[in-house]
Structure formats: C-alpha cells, structure tokens
C-alpha cells in the first residue's frame, strides 16, 4: 500500500532525518526545490524567458519556494519573480537561509503588500502555506489565495495547495486549486480524498532524499490499495494444480423482497464472477420463480418463507442459518426491505447474532439494525466471526445516530469511529471509497469512476467482497481488495465504451474477471 502519514508523522520523519540521520534540514529542503523544478522543466519547457510566480510564505515550504524560484531563474533562465507574502524578518531556521541565497543570487523579491505588476506571468508556484495549517485561511493570505485562482494561470502547489488542511482533505477557508501538486517524501490523505483530490489537481510524489528506513513505517496504518496488494492478497489459480470448486468458498446471499428481484441476481452474480466456487442465493419464496429467470444458471436458489408485504419472515431463520452455515461466507441486506416490519428486523437481528461464517451486512440489513436501541452495537460486536458493513453515507449516519451531510463532512473520522464503535470493518461508499477496521487501519481506494453512481453497482460490491471472504481472505483484506477490484472493473467497462455515461451494474460484474487479471498481469514476472 502506498503510505498516507498524517502531517505530525510527516515532522516526526523530518525530525528523525535531521537529528538521527543527520541529513541537514537544508539539504532536504533543496532536494524538495529540486524536485519540483523537474517537475516544471518537463512539463513548462523551454523556460527561458518565461514568466514565473513564486509565492512564498514565511515558513519551510516558503523556503521551498524559495529554492525553487532560484534554481529556475539561475539554471533556466526563467523570468522569476518572487512574491513574499511576510516580512522576511519573520523567515528562521532552512528558511531563513533559503532567502539569504535567493537575495545574493539577486531575485527579484516583491512584498505582498506592493504593487503586481505585469499579472501573474505563465506559471504560479504556490509555497504560499504547507502542511501545518490549523482552521481556516483567512485575512490577507486568503486574498492572496483567492487572486491566485482568479488569474487563469496553471498552478503549480508544492507538498499541498495552500489552504488545504493536509489530514482531512477539506477546505475550511480559502484554498488553492491547483493545477498539479507536487508532494514531498509521501502523499497525505488529503491530497487522495475529496475535495482535496480535485483541489490538488495532479499529484506527483517527489523523493527528497529521506532514509529509507522512515519512508515506510509499521506506525502508518493509513495507505491507498494498489494493485500489487490485490495481486498478493488473491493467488492466482495456476494450470496443473489440483483444483475443485470446494477450494474457492461457497458464498450464501440473503437478499431480496417483493418487487426487488434485482439486487439479489446482481450480488450473486458478482460473487461468482469474482471466483466463488459456489452461490447460493437465498430470496423470499414469492421472487424465487421471478429470480430464477434472471439469475444465471451457474447460480443454485431456493426460496424462504416470507411475511405479507414480502420479506424474509421470522420462521425462515432457523432455514436461512442453516444454509448460511454451509457455506463458507455470507452477504445479507441488498433489496431486503423490511425497515417497517418488526418481523423482517427480528429475522435480521436473529441472523446477524447467529450467522457462523463471515458476513457482509448492506443495505436494508443495515438499515433494520441502526432502528435497535443501541443501533445495532450490541449485537455485532458479540459476532465472533469476522464481519464487513458496507453502507453508503446514508446509512451509516443511521448507524452512527448523525446525518448524512456530517458524515460527508468527516468521511474518515465516520468510518474510523463506527469500524470500533461495532467491532468490526467498515467500507464506506462514495467516491474515495474508505476502509477501516478496529484496530486503526485504513484503506483509500482511488479506483472507480462518475459512471458507477448508477442503481446496483453497491450490490456488485457487497458480492465480490463476500467471495473474498468465502475464499478466506481477511476482512479487512477484502473490503479492500474488493472496493479496488469493484473499481477497476468499472474503470475497464467505462474505458471500453469510451463513455462514463450509461455503464451499468452488469457492465461492472462483466469487468471483474478482468479486473483480477489485470492485477496479477501488471505485478508478474513476465
């Protein structure tokens, strides 16, 4: 996984760097100008002549800037003009000998406070403020910021775009939007969630010369999913082994309702797509026949009692255990229904309590238990087999008694609280799909795309996540993996019709087997 420190883990790394490694603070500090001038001489060359921005601030990543405009302007020849956003007096530290060199090699350094004049030039390097930000921006930077984004020129951030608060991704104030941000050592969570995804613009990774040893430490349980991992996580199934279907799981899906024929198929499906070696799936008796002409025919079915509106009834839980302990993974909730029937929430309170193998909850399952006195807590946390919620925002403001608007607004501080409020791990939905388990880790899935926002793609992530499980991968491990692979199939169907537009969920299901190739072909040895 591609490491995501918050900014206390990224000065601790500076502070080992300098005081343990003994590596100079200045000396990371021009590796870090070096970089990013890379960075512009490939993408804004030739540089002679041109007209730079540079605005600096007074802390280290104004002393990045700093370092920056004098490589460009001594090295290149661009015409760099250095705006100064403090007084100088205030720079200290790096910082403070980043500005002695830029005034010996004769910069043009301007005050803030005077006058722009000939507009903002070709290029904007913003090393206006860095990681260290608390609230909002305001006042005199904010201006600056706002000024910034109002001249139409490409922006060019360096570690994080000014404004942006590097642990959450949001914007409280004024914030640059950046054209390109080149970060330093690490990507941070901010720059890979939204807003702070757009607001970054492209973000590039620039090694700066940290020891090895800091770059990767067991302390930062925070990463984005690659496909390395999945590779790793999902051995592939190799010509001349011994194989039979008893190897892959037996995934049991508990879905459906009147008039919700959809959502069952589409997670069955997907579980088999995913390389489930058996699926059953499990609907209220009045949608079996209607199932049945849907579903494919690798798929077995059987049907349970169900109440008068048409949801699982509470005499069908003894059957529905019973099935679901044949099999090796469960999946409960997708078009279940029953949110108003007491009958219907006892059946899920009953099967969640009792279900013996691993289970995926989703949708309406979710929804019947957030109604609990104590939405739920009780009775997953006493599961003792492993367990993945699945909700969208919606559904898990109902989970963690809040809205959906303040689940949007802290999506990370969301997922972490509810994946140890219940004990178990937590996927939460939305672009930036975000898994945590209990025990503080947490995953970025940064595949996916706008054309997934369609009716059954979170039925097609509930049934490849429960193939993982019925395969015996980890929880955790799944949730993962399976959000990756979920967005790479549909990231595989958009890239085929050329069009974000009109991808549906079953284009999604098609993509899986690709998906998983995909992986395993892009981290062999061929």
Not at 135 to 153: D, K, L, Q
Not at 468 to 495: F, I, K, Q, T, V
């Amino acid at each position: 996984m591609i490491k995501l420190p918050t900014t206390a883990q990224m000065h601790e790394m500076d502070r080992v760097a300098i005081q343990e490694y003994g590596v100079p603070g200045i000396v990371l500090m021009e590796n870090a100008a070096l970089r990013v001038v890379d960075v512009v001489v490939e993408r804004y060359s030739p540089l002679q002549g041109k007209r730079v921005t540079v605005v600096c601030g007074k802390g280290n990543n104004g002393g990045d800037g700093l370092a920056v405009a004098r490589h460009l302007a001594t090295r290149f020849g661009a015409n760099v003009t250095v705006l100064l956003a403090s007084d100088p007096a205030e720079y200290s530290g790096d910082a403070a000998l980043s500005y002695a060199m830029a005034q010996s090699f004769g910069l043009s350094l301007l005050s803030s406070d005077g006058p722009m004049t000939g507009g903002w030039g070709e290029l904007i390097v913003d090393a206006l403020l860095g990681t260290g930000i608390k609230g909002a921006v305001t006042g005199p930077y904010a201006e600056m910021i706002e000024a910034m984004n109002r001249s139409g020129v490409p922006i060019l951030s360096v570690d994080v775009p000014s404004g942006l608060n590097s642990d959450t991704g949001l914007a409280e104030g004024a914030c640059i939007r950046a054209s390109m941000t080149v970060t330093l050592a690490l990507p941070k969570f901010g720059l890979v969630v939204y807003p702070g995804a757009e607001l970054a613009g492209e973000v590039l990774v620039a090694d700066i010369g940290m020891p090895r040893p800091l770059i990767a430490p067991d302390e930062i349980r925070v990463g984005v999913t690659e496909s390395s991992d999945v590779s790793r996580w999902l051995p592939a199934r190799v010509n001349g082994r011994d194989s039979n279907k008893g190897q892959f799981g037996h995934v049991t899906v508990f879905a459906g309702s009147a008039g919700f024929a959809g959502a069952p198929v589409l997670t069955a499906e997907a579980a088999a797509r995913t390389g489930a070696g058996l699926v059953t799936l499990v609907i209220p008796e009045g949608i079996q026949n209607a199932v049945m002409a849907r579903v494919s025919p690798v798929v077995m079915t059987r049907g349970l009692p169900q109440t008068s509106g048409g949801t699982f009834a509470w005499r069908s839980v003894e059957a529905a255990l019973i099935v679901a302990g044949q099999g090796t993974a469960a999946a409960l909730g997708p078009g279940l229904g029953g949110t108003n029937d007491e009958e219907t929430r006892a059946f899920v309170r009953e099967f969640v309590a009792c279900c013996s193998v691993p289970l995926v909850i989703d949708a309406d399952a979710l929804n019947c238990l957030a109604l609990e006195p104590d939405r739920g807590v009780s009775i997953l946390r006493e599961r003792s087999v492993a367990t993945v919620l699945t909700p969208h925002p919606g559904e898990m403001g109902r989970l963690l008694g809040m809205d959906t608007k303040a689940v949007q607004a802290d999506r990370r501080g969301a997922v972490e609280w509810a994946a140890k409020e219940y004990g178990c791990v937590v996927l939460l939905k939305g672009a930036r799909t975000l898994i945590a388990d209990a025990a503080g880790r947490l995953a970025v899935n940064t595949t996916s795309n706008p054309g997934m926002a369609t009716g059954g793609a979170g039925d097609a992530l509930t049934g490849i996540i429960t193939a993982l499980m019925a395969g015996r991968l980890g929880p955790w491990e799944s949730a993962a993996a399976g959000a990756y692979l979920h967005g790479l199939a549909g990231d595989l169907a958009a890239a085929d019709q050329g069009v974000y537009a009109g991808l549906i969920a079953t284009d999604i299901i098609h993509g899986i087997a690709y998906a998983i190739a995909h992986c395993h072909f892009e981290n062999s040895d061929l």
